[in-house]
């Protein structure tokens, strides 16, 4: 059970190409987010679908293959954990923000672009 103590697992779509950068120790990061969509019939009997952002994070070698192979529109399965993290904007403010760490992808598009 110790897996399932900060455990994240999404199918969505990419809403952007992922950004790939070198950092220190020549390690590769790259950032980018993901959308998530869920369908349901409201109480008048009209289709809604609610789309939720999500911001991710992947390190090392699948780093690399995301920025190779994943683009922008893309279906993918992640599989990772949350981490909050703060900074302090211009006014001096604390400002949070949560990503998903990726430790695994998966991705779903059938046919290659």
């Known amino acids: 059970m ?3 103590k900060n455990s994240v697992h999404l199918i969505g779509n990419l809403g952007m190409d992922p950004e790939v950068k070198d950092v220190a120790n020549g390690r ?3 950032r ?3 959308a998530t969509s869920d369908t349901y019939t409201n109480q008048k009997g009209e289709k809604v679908t609610e789309t ?3 911001n991710l994070l992947i390190w090392g070698k699948l780093a690399e293959v ?3 192979y994943l683009k922008k529109g893309k279906q993918i399965a992640v599989e990772g954990r949350l981490e909050t993290n703060s900074y302090d904007d211009k006014d001096g403010n604390r400002k949070y923000y949560t990503q998903i760490v990726v430790n695994d992808l998966l ?3 059938a ?3």
Do not use: C, E, P, V
Request: net charge positive.
């Open 32 to 34: 980018f987010s993901l």
């Open 2 to 4: 110790k897996s399932l």
């Open 66 to 68: 995301a920025g190779q």
């Open 28 to 30: 590769k990061m790259a």
């Open 52 to 54: 939720q952002w999500h």
């Open 111 to 113: 046919k290659a672009n």
């Open 107 to 109: 991705m779903l598009d």
